[in-house]
């Protein structure tokens, strides 16, 4: 250490742990938690405080700081590094709480014991590793041959402690490698329900949901469920996710109490309101009936649209002059309409409300041009076209529905490969890993909430389609898209002739304010269906010209076009939509959106984006890709 190039020599640098924080710190070690928590930063550079000199540092404090030259010295000297200091911890505690990866591998090739207990939590260095959550480190006290099922002092193993710091990859991992997802602790609670019991929130209780546990397990000591402790703990979260995983309420514990019971008890009336409506609709006939009907609630919900859409015409076309009249079927209507939804059709599938109401649109739209407008343009040109674009309308909006836009599939083993590999590799975050889906993240691929699901080169969820728009299905969106815009078109010409033939209007004459009253005197329903039609042209057009702006122009998606513009807005210098890996011309932008080759003169990209992880850029072919 006497070179002037040593380490010891320079300042800067973060600050060091001591120990495990808050209540569960060994006594006589304070800490402060400012080191980074990446860890491949934190394995590869040592702290460097504010000293001019460590070449006296004892081998304790040298460790904290990731000092690996003066702490090989020492050893080399004669210190044990079995030797726990008097408190009764490790070097190995030392080096994994600070995520020193290099001292780890020292300190057990030297002799080091894996898992040393030591501390006044009578803890391993796995145990205080996994409370930092440097993934890295446990990987590799666990390749040494660390036990991740042994006890701490506090009655915690390897997975509760992950589960209590929420530390999602920590208990993926664990998980991945074998380990139980049911794995109970000292009094018996398992993971699930220690999360239900002491963390406030959906995480990590919803990711442990995902490797099945058992719902209905009992601890040691009291006999209460996951439920039962997220009732203690007024956890409305869990309760909610237990109840939808389909946890019994019907579980008693040592005492006889069901988790309603405990509910009533601490008078919380929102999780008493869960779990009675809960109870009553598994012994209620009607519901019973109604999951039968579950499979058919989307064809209800466009029924009761349907009959909306037209009684709302039907009303405003009525010969009474009356609007209290009109005001009370309106109000009328939209409590009849309110009740019925809210007693046959599902919350969930109520979100395929705006999905509903467009395709009741075009079917109102399509009736009122048969009825209405037909026999004004039979000698025009116009049957036809209409007809076809209809069609054609109807179909790509059956193939953008149905079509798979790209979701991201994997099996359990799968899964758990994957995991690891990423894991191992330092690459498990929400970058490259989805803790929704738990799958590997390809490239271009986001998670969408809507359809609680990872889709490959997502572009948007369309609210009036009721689907995601991904690389499976974007195609056949952007053509429903032009269809949609064309029908909306030929029935504003539609209407236009129809209110020139049938209407008196004096719009040179008196203007445009009575002018309205002259057309909505003279057909309401016409002005109705009329004002339907230029919103679906609006929004559709508009998403049109943005569509083409994006594929032809940029070669990408919405989303995109929107991240890239939010880091223009945040970055130093600004960044071009038109400069992305993703952009390859005009031409080529087409031909690999459409996948046409046009009689051989262009060569689109054939990529499979739901397997697409990297992407190598050839300047000569402006882009390879590469599955990886």
């Given at each position: 250490?006497?070179?002037?190039?040593?380490?010891?020599?320079?300042?800067?640098?973060?600050?060091?742990?001591?120990?495990?924080?808050?209540?569960?710190?060994?006594?006589?070690?304070?800490?402060?938690?400012?080191?980074?928590?990446?860890?491949?930063?934190?394995?590869?550079?040592?702290?460097?405080?504010?000293?001019?000199?460590?070449?006296?540092?004892?081998?304790?404090?040298?460790?904290?700081?990731?000092?690996?030259?003066?702490?090989?010295?020492?050893?080399?000297?004669?210190?044990?590094?079995?030797?726990?200091?008097?408190?009764?911890?490790?070097?190995?505690?030392?080096?994994?709480?600070?995520?020193?990866?290099?001292?780890?591998?020292?300190?057990?090739?030297?002799?080091?014991?894996?898992?040393?207990?030591?501390?006044?939590?009578?803890?391993?260095?796995?145990?205080?590793?996994?409370?930092?959550?440097?993934?890295?480190?446990?990987?590799?006290?666990?390749?040494?041959?660390?036990?991740?099922?042994?006890?701490?002092?506090?009655?915690?193993?390897?997975?509760?402690?992950?589960?209590?710091?929420?530390?999602?990859?920590?208990?993926?991992?664990?998980?991945?490698?074998?380990?139980?997802?049911?794995?109970?602790?000292?009094?018996?609670?398992?993971?699930?329900?220690?999360?239900?019991?002491?963390?406030?929130?959906?995480?990590?209780?919803?990711?442990?949901?995902?490797?099945?546990?058992?719902?209905?397990?009992?601890?040691?000591?009291?006999?209460?469920?996951?439920?039962?402790?997220?009732?203690?703990?007024?956890?409305?979260?869990?309760?909610?996710?237990?109840?939808?995983?389909?946890?019994?309420?019907?579980?008693?514990?040592?005492?006889?109490?069901?988790?309603?019971?405990?509910?009533?008890?601490?008078?919380?009336?929102?999780?008493?309101?869960?779990?009675?409506?809960?109870?009553?609709?598994?012994?209620?006939?009607?519901?019973?009936?109604?999951?039968?009907?579950?499979?058919?609630?989307?064809?209800?919900?466009?029924?009761?649209?349907?009959?909306?859409?037209?009684?709302?015409?039907?009303?405003?076309?009525?010969?009474?002059?009356?609007?209290?009249?009109?005001?009370?079927?309106?109000?009328?209507?939209?409590?009849?309409?309110?009740?019925?939804?809210?007693?046959?059709?599902?919350?969930?599938?109520?979100?395929?409300?705006?999905?509903?109401?467009?395709?009741?649109?075009?079917?109102?739209?399509?009736?009122?041009?048969?009825?209405?407008?037909?026999?004004?343009?039979?000698?025009?040109?116009?049957?036809?076209?209409?007809?076809?674009?209809?069609?054609?309308?109807?179909?790509?909006?059956?193939?953008?529905?149905?079509?798979?836009?790209?979701?991201?599939?994997?099996?359990?083993?799968?899964?758990?490969?994957?995991?690891?590999?990423?894991?191992?590799?330092?690459?498990?975050?929400?970058?490259?890993?989805?803790?929704?889906?738990?799958?590997?993240?390809?490239?271009?691929?986001?998670?969408?909430?809507?359809?609680?699901?990872?889709?490959?080169?997502?572009?948007?969820?369309?609210?009036?389609?009721?689907?995601?728009?991904?690389?499976?299905?974007?195609?056949?969106?952007?053509?429903?898209?032009?269809?949609?815009?064309?029908?909306?078109?030929?029935?504003?010409?539609?209407?236009?002739?129809?209110?020139?033939?049938?209407?008196?209007?004096?719009?040179?004459?008196?203007?445009?304010?009575?002018?309205?009253?002259?057309?909505?005197?003279?057909?309401?329903?016409?002005?109705?269906?009329?004002?339907?039609?230029?919103?679906?042209?609006?929004?559709?057009?508009?998403?049109?010209?943005?569509?083409?702006?994006?594929?032809?122009?940029?070669?990408?998606?919405?989303?995109?076009?929107?991240?890239?513009?939010?880091?223009?807005?945040?970055?130093?210098f600004p960044v071009s939509l038109r400069k992305t890996p993703f952009n390859q011309g005009c031409l080529q932008n087409i031909a690999d959106f459409f996948q046409c080759r046009c009689f051989g003169l262009l060569k689109p990209n054939v990529v499979?984006?739901?397997?697409?992880?990297?992407?190598?850029?050839?300047?000569?072919?402006?882009?390879?890709?590469?599955?990886?």
């Amino acid at each position: 250490m006497s070179g002037t190039s040593s380490p010891c020599k320079m300042h800067g640098g973060h600050g060091h742990q001591h120990g495990p924080h808050g209540s569960h710190q060994p006594h006589g070690h304070h800490w402060q938690n400012v080191i980074p928590q990446d860890d491949s930063v934190m394995s590869s550079q040592p702290d460097f405080p504010h000293m001019d000199d460590c070449s006296n540092w004892d081998i304790v404090k040298a460790t904290q700081h990731g000092i690996l030259q003066r702490c090989k010295e020492l050893v080399e000297a004669g210190y044990d590094v079995r030797q726990p200091d008097k408190e009764n911890v490790t070097l190995l505690h030392w080096a994994a709480i600070n995520n020193r990866l290099e001292l780890v591998k020292y300190y057990i090739s030297k002799g080091a014991v894996v898992d040393q207990l030591g501390g006044d939590l009578n803890s391993t260095p796995l145990h205080w590793a996994i409370r930092q959550g440097h993934l890295q480190v446990i990987i590799l006290l666990l390749q040494y041959g660390a036990d991740p099922t042994l006890i701490d002092g506090e009655g915690y193993s390897g997975i509760h402690l992950a589960v209590l710091f929420q530390h999602i990859p920590v208990i993926a991992y664990f998980i991945s490698k074998g380990q139980s997802i049911d794995t109970p602790d000292l009094h018996g609670r398992t993971p699930l329900m220690l999360a239900a019991k002491q963390i406030i929130g959906p995480e990590p209780t919803g990711f442990l949901l995902k490797f099945h546990p058992s719902l209905n397990a009992v601890d040691k000591v009291h006999r209460n469920s996951a439920l039962h402790w997220a009732v203690l703990s007024a956890n409305v979260n869990a309760v909610d996710l237990l109840l939808e995983a389909g946890s019994s309420f019907e579980i008693q514990n040592n005492k006889g109490e069901t988790p309603l019971d405990i509910a009533n008890q601490t008078r919380n009336r929102i999780i008493t309101h869960m779990l009675s409506v809960s109870e009553s609709n598994k012994s209620s006939r009607s519901f019973r009936l109604l999951k039968k009907l579950e499979k058919y609630e989307l064809f209800l919900l466009l029924l009761i649209s349907l009959f909306l859409m037209w009684s709302v015409g039907f009303i405003l076309d009525m010969e009474s002059d009356s609007w209290l009249l009109k005001g009370g079927l309106f109000t009328a209507l939209a409590i009849g309409t309110q009740l019925l939804a809210r007693h046959f059709v599902g919350y969930k599938s109520q979100q395929h409300l705006p999905t509903a109401f467009f395709v009741s649109s075009i079917f109102w739209i399509f009736m009122t041009w048969f009825i209405l407008f037909l026999p004004d343009l039979a000698e025009v040109g116009f049957q036809i076209p209409f007809i076809l674009s209809n069609i054609l309308l109807l179909y790509l909006f059956y193939k953008t529905w149905r079509t798979d836009p790209g979701f991201i599939k994997t099996s359990e083993e799968e899964t758990k490969r994957t995991i690891v590999t990423l894991a191992e590799a330092g690459c498990l975050d929400f970058r490259m890993f989805c803790t929704s889906c738990l799958v590997k993240k390809p490239l271009r691929s986001v998670h969408c909430h809507n359809c609680n699901s990872c889709v490959a080169r997502y572009d948007q969820h369309c609210i009036w389609t009721g689907r995601c728009i991904g690389a499976g299905n974007h195609h056949n969106f952007f053509l429903f898209l032009i269809f949609l815009s064309m029908v909306c078109g030929w029935m504003v010409f539609a209407t236009c002739v129809y209110w020139k033939r049938h209407c008196e209007t004096s719009f040179d004459k008196d203007g445009l304010w009575i002018f309205i009253t002259q057309i909505v005197s003279c057909s309401p329903w016409v002005l109705y269906i009329f004002i339907i039609v230029i919103f679906h042209f609006f929004w559709s057009t508009l998403m049109l010209i943005l569509q083409f702006y994006q594929i032809v122009f940029l070669g990408l998606t919405t989303q995109e076009r929107i991240n890239v513009h939010i880091q223009s807005r945040r970055a130093k210098f600004p960044v071009s939509l038109r400069k992305t890996p993703f952009n390859q011309g005009c031409l080529q932008n087409i031909a690999d959106f459409f996948q046409c080759r046009c009689f051989g003169l262009l060569k689109p990209n054939v990529v499979d984006w739901t397997r697409q992880y990297t992407m190598i850029i050839d300047p000569s072919q402006h882009s390879h890709f590469q599955t990886v």
